[in-house]
């Protein structure tokens, strides 16, 4: 209400303000006019006569007729101007065509525009007459100039007549109009908080009642929700016993599938060493055919059927703990690493022929898990093995190895010449279970693995893809590379 009356006054007020701008505006003009009448009957013809006496030469007195006229033209386009300002105040113009006088009885909008039609015709003839003006005394020419000057002077007064008799009726109807509407500005605002008072009573009343009707709904729901709860808990305590017992079903078949991928996982991992095992012992045996079998021999085999046995042994540490967040890590140099992996492979790569080629550019210690890395490499060589023994002669056979350092990453680069993954295999060869192998070769999980380790749990990046390579005396091969991105900077370090 407060903000209604404020903003009611503040508009009436504004429209006093526009009018008594108008008014002055109008005023305004008058003055412009008195000062066009008096640039003619004082500049102009007060010089015209002091040339006719010759109290002044041409040349004063035509840069005198030329000031003249430039103030003339000046002060008769500020007249106009003004005159068109009222068209700009719309409410304004509203308010003079349908309140104040809406027959328009004390404007002559044709006697006005003839009135300057008539100056705007004197001005131009003038003008005329006084670029004609000779240097010598002509009597007819200076008596129609001054009669031209008398008779714009006569204009001029009546368009400043009816000027002033118009701003004089407007201001007073005005001021008689804001009188009537401020009047009832207030008598309106009166009815208006009287009327509030009134509805806002009967709007407290009926939300009275509203509460009341709602308060009595709400105690009928509570009752309602209360029998409701009571059977529901007995039907809650049913479903739940219900889904424990489902519960207990699927951690039991979750735990027979990780037991299943868990023996796969070992069945992988165990395939390569148990066969290195299988050429030792026979190694043995065929020594003892030859009868070359000696005691340094004995017990050099001896040792390696130990590492390996050991290494089966880990693996089984490995895979036992692998979904374990608290396996500890440990600081070793990423070439002892990979010299281990090589090593437990290197029966079948020698038996394969399949020549090794490491090359340390950068030889890092990092904190990481030994054997699980370890396990990667074992599985990249083992996949290039296949590779290298299907598609190369035993003669070009070779895995070369790179290890470098960029800023805070160890890279290790796996490259074979075996001709390269086909392109509808390449998008595949990280998904569980899939293998190009026959069954008895292969289960498809070794790179899965190998992903999962690297990603997941070392918080790394493994790639690959099929490059052109000069691997062996700069004769380009089809080649595979696997890129293996190992973070230096360990959160748990």
């Not at 973070?487 to 370090?493: A, N, R, T, V, Y």
Request: aromatic share 10%.
């Amino acid at each position: 209400m407060l903000c209604i009356i404020v903003l009611s006054q503040i508009s009436i007020f504004t429209l006093k303000n526009d009018f008594d701008i108008l008014f002055e505006k109008r005023t305004k003009g008058l003055i412009e006019l008195e000062h066009i009448k008096d640039s003619y009957k004082i500049n102009i013809q007060d010089t015209l006569d002091n040339f006719e006496n010759k109290r002044l030469n041409f040349v004063q007195a035509k840069d005198v007729l030329k000031l003249a006229s430039e103030i003339i033209d000046k002060n008769w386009h500020l007249y106009k101007e003004n005159s068109s300002l009222e068209n700009r105040f719309f409410i304004v113009n509203w308010i003079k065509k349908f309140v104040l006088n809406p027959n328009n009885l004390y404007e002559n909008k044709v006697l006005k525009d003839e009135i300057i039609k008539n100056i705007n015709s004197k001005m131009l003839s003038i003008n005329l007459l006084l670029k004609d003006i000779r240097n010598e005394k002509d009597e007819e020419y200076f008596k129609k100039l001054k009669f031209e000057i008398n008779s714009i002077s006569v204009h001029l007064a009546s368009l400043m007549n009816y000027d002033l008799s118009v701003a004089i009726t407007e201001k007073r109807d005005t001021d008689k109009v804001f009188n009537i509407i401020t009047i009832f500005s207030f008598i309106s605002i009166f009815i208006v908080f009287f009327f509030s008072i009134i509805l806002s009573l009967f709007i407290t009343k009926h939300f009275k009642q509203i509460h009341y009707l709602q308060e009595k709904n709400v105690e009928e729901k509570t009752k309602e929700l209360k029998e409701l709860n009571n059977s529901l808990e007995l039907k809650i305590a049913q479903e739940v016993a219900k889904n424990r017992k489902k519960d207990i079903i699927m951690f039991q078949q979750a735990r027979f599938a990780s037991l299943g991928e868990m023996l796969n996982n070992i069945a992988h991992q165990w395939r390569q060493p148990l066969g290195s095992l299988c050429m030792i012992i026979q190694s043995f045996q065929v020594k003892m055919q030859f009868g070359k079998l000696t005691s340094e021999f004995v017990q050099q085999k001896t040792e390696d059927a130990l590492l390996l046995a050991q290494n089966m042994s880990n693996t089984l540490d490995d895979f036992k703990n692998f979904f374990d967040p608290s396996k500890a890590k440990k600081k070793f140099f990423i070439e002892d690493c990979i010299e281990h992996s090589i090593e437990l492979s290197k029966y079948f790569l020698n038996k394969e022929h399949i020549k090794v080629e490491l090359n340390i550019k950068k030889n890092i210690e990092i904190f990481s898990y030994y054997n699980e890395l370890s396990h990667v490499f074992l599985n990249i060589i083992s996949n290039s093995k296949d590779a290298l023994i299907s598609n190369v002669d035993k003669n070009d056979r070779i895995i070369k190895i790179v290890v470098n350092s960029k800023k805070d990453f160890l890279f290790v680069n796996i490259i074979d010449n075996g001709g390269g993954i086909p392109a509808d295999v390449m998008p595949k060869i990280f998904e569980p279970y899939y293998t190009t192998k026959y069954k008895s070769a292969g289960t498809g999980i070794g790179l899965y693995m190998s992903k999962q380790i690297i990603e997941k749990h070392i918080k790394g990046q493994i790639s690959c893809k099929n490059i052109k390579y000069k691997i062996k005396d700069d004769e380009t091969f089809s080649c595979t590379s696997f890129v293996i991105k190992i973070p230096l900077k360990d959160e748990d370090e």
